[in-house]
């Protein structure tokens, strides 16, 4: 029994919290009175799902400048539910609209949700997670961030990094210059791609990356004065510049330009956070969170970027990613490697901080994810026994499980038993 379900407008807050103001005309589900009957309210973002976790309710899922006294309010079933009728002070003789609740609800950001979770200690966004949300921010979403890395378009975003020019480039189309990599169209049509693009699609593509500002299209030019070569943008290409190394004064003429041809060639330059997720292999991250989303079913779970947990100042474990679901919390670590640490101690003091850290925001599951075709004996053996350990005492442990191939057709997932006795 209850009412048809209805769509209702949000508002999307700049740290990707949701808020939505129920000002809905006074209804009653059939066959309830609502002088005598009380009901709940389920209000669910698609999108945005939220765990029942602990601190999900009250003030913390109420808007700003809301009555946090009119109804009571927490997680449910993947959104917010409430009661149906006001707490608060209600007049003899109110209406009907007077006497059902009305709040003004948020959806609080993965980021919030966990900050709450760990308080008193602080969450902050990493240096890695603040990249991704800057690449995310280009390319629109985590989710078109999340094919980028597990594409073709990833490795050919790679030949932007130093050292990384594959031989079927030309040698006159690519230079490592002081500050970044640069290179010509020339140079992108002619990089081995798997599976095979056609100059037209990379043609189509680069366009794409260079309206998002995933690749800054520009020149590269000399100086009169000093012998640095430097890449301009196409927004400060004038015939008249200003040197970046020495400030001298150039002209936009012949000798300027990098190779000897009678006009200019472009170049592109890929972004700096994007190259330096590149070069910190953010594609595991990438590869497992689109794997575990995938696997889901219902509601696609929440993804959060990168993240710190300090004490006293300090940092004390970052978590590479974070997912919420309808029910659960999950914390996740991912390797290029097979390894958690190069040595026995390495790996168990690693573990113990992503324990801790799941302990702190009181996650549901410990993903431990790589590229490799499996994690290595020493991971495995440190991780069985630091959970047999924690079963033994009655201490909070995290279901932990492994995700191996990472990136791969098939890659493989599974729940770590306890150590046998």
């Known amino acids: 029994m209850g009412s048809p379900a209805r769509s209702l407008p949000a508002t999307i807050l700049p740290d990707g919290s949701l808020e939505a103001t129920l000002a809905l005309p006074a209804e009653v589900p059939p066959g309830l ?24 309710t009250g003030e913390a899922l109420y808007a700003q400048r809301s009555n946090p006294w009119e109804t009571f309010v927490r997680a449910a079933d993947g959104g917010i539910t409430y009661s149906s009728h006001r707490f608060d002070f209600v007049p003899k003789g109110a209406s009907l609209a007077g006497t059902l609740a009305a709040p003004r609800l948020r959806w609080p950001s993965l980021l919030a949700t966990l900050a709450m979770a760990a308080a008193p200690h602080p969450v902050q966004s990493s240096p890695a997670g603040k990249r991704t949300a800057v690449a995310q921010r280009l390319l629109g979403s985590r989710t078109a961030l999340e094919n980028l890395a597990d594409g073709p378009c990833w490795n050919l975003l790679k030949t932007f990094l130093p050292r990384q020019q594959p031989p079927s480039q030309p040698k006159d189309a690519w230079w490592a210059l002081k500050t970044s990599v640069v290179m010509s169209f020339r140079a992108l049509a002619a990089t081995p791609a798997e599976p095979e693009w056609t100059t037209p699609q990379r043609r189509a593509q ?11 299209r520009g020149l590269a030019l000399g100086c009169r004065e000093c012998p ?11 015939q008249h510049y200003r040197c970046r190394r020495c400030s001298a004064d150039n002209e936009l003429i012949h000798e300027r330009w990098k190779t000897d041809t009678s006009e200019p060639e472009w170049y592109y330059e890929l972004h700096p956070a994007i190259a330096e997720l590149i070069d910190k292999n953010a594609d595991v991250p990438l590869q497992t969170t689109r794997y575990l989303r995938q696997q889901t079913r219902g509601m696609r779970p929440l993804v959060g970027a990168e993240f710190e947990i300090l004490r006293d100042g300090q940092p004390f474990v970052e978590i590479d990613f974070a997912l919420a679901g309808a029910d659960e919390i999950w914390l996740g670590e991912a390797k290029k490697g097979p390894a958690l640490g190069e040595s026995h101690r390495d790996t168990k003091r690693e573990l113990g901080k992503l324990l801790d850290g799941c302990k702190t925001v009181a996650a549901h599951r410990l993903i431990l994810a790589t590229a490799a075709p499996q994690w290595n004996a ?12 924690l079963h033994t005492v009655g201490k909070y442990a995290p279901d932990i499980y492994l995700l191996s191939a990472v990136g791969s057709a098939e890659p493989i997932l599974e729940l770590l038993t306890t150590a046998q006795n």
Do not use: I, M, N
């Open 33 to 56: 009175d609502p002088t005598r009957d009380k009901w709940q309210v389920l209000l669910v973002a698609s999108d945005h799902p939220l765990p029942p976790h602990r601190v999900l």
């Open 206 to 216: 680069v366009d794409e990356w260079t309206r998002q500002g995933v690749l800054r």
């Open 228 to 238: 640095a070569f430097e890449f301009y943008p196409l927004e400060e290409v004038t």
């Open 378 to 389: 020493a991971t495995t053996t440190v991780a069985r026994q630091e959970l047999h350990g």
